[in-house]
């Protein structure tokens, strides 16, 4: 079945440092691809996506590119600021399949 | 624009009573979900409905029901609560894929934190 993995958190960051957090997954066909971020108390939104192989998405300084040969789509920044404590999950969505499945989640704190 | 709207944002129930989360999204979507959230298990699909009129089963549908009254809700009831149920509960919505799309985003509301005790 359609199922995604996270690196476990949680991640604890120095401001300005970079982060990577891996997501791999796995699929029958060609999924999209999603990053969401969920703020303390509020649901999730949508930061990034990628819809087919080699596509990188990019928002807010945040970039993941869809790698099908390795089934990996990790998330990555340069230079984190406090404003980005958050959780973050990764998704997948099959084409004419709405059935999303998502990531456990990884919690990141970035310190000043 | 309000987007997905959940109601209750809190709820506590004793064990065996019964409940429904209401959910409604303006933004003409077809497909609707329900999520629950529990610590270190991320978010895991109950119940979706691709378009109004069809229902079907998630990850973890036991001991819930859904009904998708319209194109704009989708509820979610919890017949006999039991204190595994207690969780975040999350709806969310999407549009169709039209052909040569992939997959689509989703819009979540803000959540209902149910405990069961």
């Known amino acids: 079945g359609n199922s995604v993995t996270q690196m476990e958190g949680p991640v604890t960051l120095s401001e300005e440092a970079f982060l990577t957090i891996n997501c791999t997954y796995t699929a029958t066909g060609y999924p999209s691809l999603f990053w969401y971020v969920q703020y303390p108390g509020e649901g999730l939104q949508l930061l990034l996506k990628?819809?087919?192989?080699?596509d990188k998405g990019s928002n807010k300084g945040f970039e993941a590119t869809y790698r099908k040969e390795t089934t990996s789509f990790h998330l990555e920044k340069g230079s984190v600021q406090v404003s980005d404590s958050a959780v973050y999950f990764c998704a997948l969505s099959r084409r004419n399949n709405n059935d999303m499945r998502f990531g456990a989640g990884t919690r990141l704190t970035v310190k000043p | 624009n309000a987007g997905v709207t959940q109601t209750p944002k809190f709820q506590v129930l004793k064990t065996g009573q019964s409940m429904t989360l209401q959910c409604a999204q303006d933004m003409n979507h077809n497909s609707m979900y329900w999520y629950r959230q529990d610590p270190g298990m991320g978010l895991r699909l109950i119940y979706y409905?691709?378009?109004?009129?069809?229902?079907d089963k998630g990850e973890v549908p036991n001991g819930y029901n859904v009904s998708r009254l319209n194109k704009r809700e989708f509820s979610l009831r919890l017949e006999s609560a039991a204190p595994s149920q207690t969780s975040v509960y999350f709806c969310?919505?999407?549009?169709?894929?039209?052909?040569?799309?992939?997959?689509?985003?989703?819009?979540f509301g803000q959540g209902t934190r149910l405990t069961v005790v």
């Open positions: 969310a919505s999407s549009s169709k894929p039209g052909q040569g799309i992939g997959g689509t985003e989703a819009f």
């Open positions: 990628a819809t087919k192989a080699d």
């Open positions: 409905s691709a378009s109004e009129g069809t229902t």
